[in-house]
């Protein structure tokens, strides 16, 4: 049986990855979205009359991916991974709780190694694949309250570019994604109200990364910072 080509989104239950598969199912890509929060997938379907394969899963649990993994892999095959899922704390270290410092790195960072681990094999073999990471200026940009956050996402970078050059010989381009503030779910309705017009909006990113998506083809951006542009918050 012929497999239909799929892009997989982790985190597609609310603001960029949300943003992200409705700009690709609208023109035409199957997207499958994962998240915990499978209903919120399934409410984007029906409010834009979209197809996004919904499926639920914690991506900070490698048995939860593998499961997803092998029912969908019957009947996709995943042509580009974009690793969005994430999460952070807004804390100073001293007010960390291990429960906290461990969940932000389970999702941000090995979430996203296992995705790649679940669906590179198939990737090699087929000698093509892209993979897209949403890192975060936090990466490279002193932030307070978020030292396990800049963590996660600097390991990730680290990950992913070393990744990428062992991955060019199979023609998988690993595209990092930098963004910096952007008005989502993932800050306190505080900051939001007092910044977010100073803030990205995840629809005009997700139109971006969809044109680097795009324009990926035998040239690869490799490294991309966003930001708004009045700077950081
Ligand atoms: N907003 C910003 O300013 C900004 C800037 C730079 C980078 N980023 C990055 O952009 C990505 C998306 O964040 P966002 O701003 O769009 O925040 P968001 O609206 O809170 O979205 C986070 C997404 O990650 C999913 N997620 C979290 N933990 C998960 C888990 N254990 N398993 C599966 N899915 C999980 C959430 O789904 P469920 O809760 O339904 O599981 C949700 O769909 C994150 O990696 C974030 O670090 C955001």
Known sequence: MNKTDAIWITGASSGIGKSLAIKFSENNY???GTARRIENINDLNSSNSLNVVSYKNDISKIEEISQFYSEIKKNY??????NNAGITSFKPFKDNTVNEIESIIDTNLKGSIYSVKTVLPEMIVRKSGLIINILSVAANTVFTNSSIYAASKAGLAAFAKVLREELREYNIPVINIYPGATS???????TIEKFSHRMMNS???ADLIFDIYKNS???SPEEIVVRPITGDL
């Not at 095959?77 to 974009?82: G, P």
């Not at 989502?184 to 505080?190: A, N, R, S, V």
């Open 77 to 82: 095959s995943i042509t580009c991974l974009i």
């Open 184 to 190: 989502t779910e993932i800050w306190p309705e505080k």
């Open 217 to 219: 083809t035998n040239l």
């Open 30 to 32: 199957k997207v499958i």
């Open 203 to 205: 629809t005009k990113l």
